[in-house]
């Protein structure tokens, strides 16, 4: 084992495959309501999510890109620790933030999504959030090149 792999601490690759994973999940209903996929948003966020997303604003799908685009890449880039996963984390953990108070103020996302949804892309934007911190104490602990 070299020392760069002994410098590497195991919750790093928690964190990261986690974060990864959530992302994954993330990209596939941005990919299904992306291609209209209606069977695939009406089972998942009801009748109210075909309405909601077929007038989605082009700026706003642009920052939900940024941030999906973000959530697969900063996990791999902690993992190959490299500095740079320092501002795509933050810049991630900004998109949804930007997502999460355009969508509830603007769009109605409670009303239209439901309590769950909303609550659950809540949760998504706080594990966001402390992703990024993470990367960032990594990156002051001497973890990241």
């Not at 959530?22 to 941005?30: C, E, P």
């Not at 900063?74 to 949804?96: I, M, Y």
């Amino acid at each position: 084992m070299s020392r760069r792999d002994t410098r590497r601490p195991w919750h790093l690759w928690l964190i990261a495959i986690a974060v990864f994973a959530l992302y994954v999940g993330g990209a596939r209903d941005y990919l299904l309501i992306l291609v209209d996929d209606t069977n695939y948003i009406v089972g998942q966020f009801g009748q109210g999510g075909v309405v909601y997303f077929a007038d989605y604003p082009p700026l706003l799908r642009a920052v939900w890109t940024i941030n999906i685009l973000g959530g697969l890449i900063a996990p791999v880039l902690l993992l190959g620790r490299s500095r740079w996963c320092v501002p795509v984390a933050v810049l991630t953990a900004a998109a949804q933030l930007v997502l999460l108070a355009a969508t509830f103020t603007f769009l109605d996302r409670w009303a239209a999504l439901g309590s769950a949804t909303s609550w659950f892309d809540i949760g998504v934007g706080l594990v966001t959030v402390l992703f990024a911190g993470y990367c960032r104490k990594m990156r002051q602990s001497g973890i990241l090149r």
